[in-house]
């Protein structure tokens, strides 16, 4: 392959498609008609030597080479951008898509507001949730798939940068009539009710203390501490009983709005479960940790003019939530 048959055009189609899957929706972010776009794709292929997609049943799959060249380009792109300044980044007028990861509980305490405050700085940019739970994240954010992961991190490796959006302990929820909202939470309280938890893998998925490892990025699994509960409960007759472990917090207030059962959160979320009116949120009888929520994106982008306005809109909207919860 020659370098000078080389089109930069060629690259920002064959990344769009990539990203997307499917010519049409690569054309619509590309301003192009699906048959320039196929007709970039041939031109490409003749240059590279390989098909690079192929077509399935759900869309474009990409080839093995396809896959290793597309973080690559997409850095090299991104650079390119940065250092040439072609593409200035004006929220007002932007039709960028940017696509997050994160749990139901991210999204109910951070991306609602977020989407407000998009609507209201630029009404045209596109947002897409993805799920954190995922076991490919790490890959995803080198692939360029996700711009954010949002979550909780105990390890982040060097090529990906990071910042903390919120601090917060954990509150525990019940219903508005519980028989032990009337008083104080006692530690006895958490051994006589049985307790629904938080977690979003186990050791099923490879979980280890509480965190799972991919690729060098650590994601805690389950959302409240485990260590602090057991300590504080040591030793009580009868022990804690765990009733209920889910994988999605937005099914909590059903399973305590009609049941003594107690359940411990992040405090951003017991406030935005609360809101309803049917929850109560109560402190719970032992000091727990604070967790650290972070935002996790691939230092490639670290410049890009787009991808530090987002980041900042995002950091703004959790300080919102981080302080309104405590």
């Known amino acids: 392959m020659s370098i000078g048959r080389m089109d930069l055009n060629l690259l920002k189609v064959f990344d769009a498609v990539y990203e997307d899957r499917n010519l049409v929706l690569a054309g619509r972010r590309l301003h192009l008609s699906q048959s320039a776009v196929s007709h970039a794709l041939t ?96 890959e995803q954010i080198d692939l360029g798939r996700i711009d ?23 509150k525990i929820l019940m219903r508005k009539s519980h028989p032990a909202s009337r008083r104080k939470l006692q530690v006895k309280d958490l051994a006589r009710y049985p307790l629904v938890t938080l977690s979003v893998g186990g050791q099923e998925e ?47 207030p059903a399973l305590l709005r009609d049941s003594d059962m107690l359940s411990i959160v992040p405090a951003s979320l017991a406030q935005a479960l609360a809101r309803g009116g049917d929850l109560v949120g109560r402190q719970p009888p032992y000091r727990a940790g604070q967790s650290v929520t972070r935002a996790v994106w691939h230092r490639r982008n670290d410049h890009d003019a787009g991808h530090v306005w987002f980041r900042e809109m995002v950091a703004a909207v959790a300080k919102v939530a981080c302080r309104s919860s405590q």
Do not use: C, W, Y
């Not at 060249?69 to 300044?85: F, K, N, Y």
């Not at 490796?157 to 919120?166: E, S, Y």
């Not at 799972?212 to 990025?217: K, P, S, V, Y």
């Open 43 to 138: 031109r490409l292929r003749e240059v590279v030597g390989d098909e690079l997609f192929l077509r399935t049943g759900k869309g474009l799959a990409p080839t093995g080479r396809a896959s290793a060249m597309a973080p690559v380009l997409r850095d090299a792109l991104r650079r390119i951008e940065a250092t040439l300044g072609v593409e200035p980044f004006e929220p007002a007028h932007s039709s960028r898509r940017f696509v997050i990861a994160a749990n139901d509980h991210v999204t109910a305490v951070i991306v609602a507001q977020l989407l407000r405050a998009l609507q209201q700085a630029a009404p045209d940019v596109d947002l897409v949730i993805r799920p954190s739970t995922r076991l490919d994240l790490a």
């Open 148 to 170: 954010l992961a949002i979550g909780i991190f105990s390890q982040v490796p060097v090529r990906l940068n990071a910042d903390t959006l919120m601090t917060q302990g954990e």
């Open 206 to 252: 490879g979980a280890v203390d509480g965190f799972i490892l991919e690729r060098g990025l650590a994601r805690q699994s389950e959302m409240f501490d485990r260590h602090a509960l057991e300590e504080a409960l040591r030793g009580t007759d009868p022990p804690p009983r765990q009733r209920v472990t889910v994988p999605h917090a937005l099914a909590i």
